[in-house]
């Protein structure tokens, strides 16, 4: 298996610019999540999915942020309009359904957002 | 506070020492435990996972879970340069169905060799 796959893996953008950055989960696996990842504010869970369907986005930071999971193999994560504190690294992982206490995560390569 | 703390390091060892990182957490009912290794400039890989109290031992780590003082640990034994990583610390929610993790701020472990 390929792993999570995500694109791009730089990203350098102006401000105001929309940015929209991708996953493609592990086949078969049911669980998506999104996390951005800081030094000041180590890693952090911004939305996660099941089933195509989100199930917790409190931690998207605000309005300017939004994603989507139209199929079982693909996310994205737009930002519009981005702004400078938004640079991070961005992680997508993935997970199998089973009992809560053994869904191990997988994370994609990040992709390295710089907003100027 | 925070829901898990981690100490930033960084935690400078001699190889072929024992690395001793720690961990807690304030979620009294958190159930599941996991130490993800990553390295500068890579994702976070999944080193250890633990779910009872007690030691689970594998290769050369050993993960040490104590719910009742909500501390969760790692040890490498034999530390080698190789093991010199940020190690971040994550703990699964005690709600049912919530899959989601949150994650200590991570130890930066160096292995001097």
């Known amino acids: 298996d390929a792993g999570v796959i995500q694109s791009p893996r730089h990203e350098v953008t102006e401000m105001g610019q929309e940015v929209t950055l991708r996953c493609k989960p592990i086949?078969?696996?049911?669980?998506l999540f999104w996390y951005r990842q800081t030094m000041m504010r180590g890693l952090e869970l911004l939305i996660y999915f099941n089933n195509n369907v989100p199930i917790d986005d409190s931690g998207m930071p605000e309005d300017r942020f939004s994603a989507k999971m139209p199929n079982a193999s693909f996310s994205t994560l737009k930002i519009q309009p981005s702004e400078p504190r938004d640079s991070a690294v961005y992680f997508c992982?993935?997970?199998?359904?089973?009992?809560?206490?053994?869904?191990?995560?997988?994370f994609g390569p990040g992709t390295r957002l710089t907003v100027l | 506070q925070k829901e898990v703390e981690q100490n930033s390091g960084p935690l400078s060892v001699p190889e072929g020492a024992i690395a001793s990182l720690n961990c807690t957490y304030s979620d009294r009912v958190s159930q599941s435990f996991f130490w993800y290794r990553q390295y500068s400039g890579k994702s976070p890989e999944l080193i250890m996972s633990i779910y009872s109290n007690g030691d689970k031992e594998d290769g050369r780590f050993t993960a040490q879970l104590n719910k009742a003082s909500q501390y969760v640990s790692l040890l490498i034994r034999d530390s080698q340069p190789s093991d010199s990583a940020t190690y971040l610390c994550a703990v699964q929610a005690g709600d049912t169905g919530r899959r989601a993790l949150t994650f200590g701020s991570g130890t930066r472990l160096q292995v001097q060799p």
């Open positions: 086949s078969g696996h049911d669980y």
């Open positions: 992982a993935s997970s199998l359904w089973g009992p809560v206490l053994e869904s191990e995560q997988f």
